[in-house]
Nanobody
């Protein structure tokens, strides 16, 4: 079955960095567009960054210059590098994968990121 498994979350001080990997299985990874989202308590889920099957990227204005997305098709993994973290970045971070042919998508279980001031 399809699985997207995020990891790399945790507690970090403001100004620090984290790298979140999301490992995919059960899909032809190279045919999927991938994205990172987050959801803070009481807020809607927010798209942060996306990468197409061809490797083109798009990053939300709210995190541009601090967050980047990349993928390694050989490892079936998408990454989000997060730098200069702020307390307002505290949220559960989710990985999403979408089949570019069928638009069917899948979600990971999420990983908690907490940024202390």
């Amino acid at each position: 079955q399809v699985q997207l498994v995020e990891s790399g979350g945790g507690l970090v001080q403001a100004g620090g960095s984290l790298r979140l990997p999301c490992a995919a299985s059960g899909i032809i990874f190279r045919l999927y567009a991938m994205g990172w989202y987050r959801q803070a308590p009481g807020k809607q889920r927010e798209l942060l960054a996306a990468i197409t099957s061809g490797g083109s990227t798009n990053v939300a204005d709210s995190v541009k210059g601090r967050f980047t997305i990349s993928r390694d098709n050989a490892k079936n993994t998408v990454y989000q590098q997060m730098n200069s973290l702020k307390p307002e970045d505290t949220a559960v971070y989710y990985c999403n994968g979408q089949d570019v042919a069928t638009f069917r998508d899948y979600w990971g279980q999420g990983t908690q990121v907490t940024v202390s001031s």
